[in-house]
């Protein structure tokens, strides 16, 4: 985990995203993790929470999260395609781990993800965008209701 700190400069430094100067004097943000050298961001530039994880997947889950939009059905499909691959890699992890590892803690954590993605997964399935029992198109409301759910299912994923 990362920890993230504001502090004064008290020499220059350059923005690790931006490239901009970072003159004494000026508040910047500060990034530091276990063995690895703090990054330096100007008060410019945008953290995520993606940058805040040294987990690879919560980083990409994080990233998932934050940026993906719904606005039809097609984006409902891509997402599911998203999930559905890196439960995959998942499942290929947590099969390379030998067996006599297999009760681990990081094993029982692969696996934990794995059925949030394969819940999440079914739950978007689940989700009916296609005619209603008359034969109806649903209303563009049915269609909001059902990308908002969406939506949720995508914020409740860990």
Known sequence: MAKLTRQKARKEYECCKCKSAISK???????TEMYSKPKIVCNNCVISRSELTGSEYLSWLYDLQDTFRFY??????ELIGYLEEQKSEL?????NIPEQFQDCEPASILQERIDGLDEAISQLEQLDFNENEDGEEPSEEEIQGLLEEAEEILSAIM
Do not use: A, F, M, R
């Open 72 to 77: 039809s059905s097609d984006e409902v499909d």
């Open 91 to 95: 499942e290929e992890k947590l099969y």
């Open 25 to 31: 004097g000026e508040i910047y943000q500060k990034i």
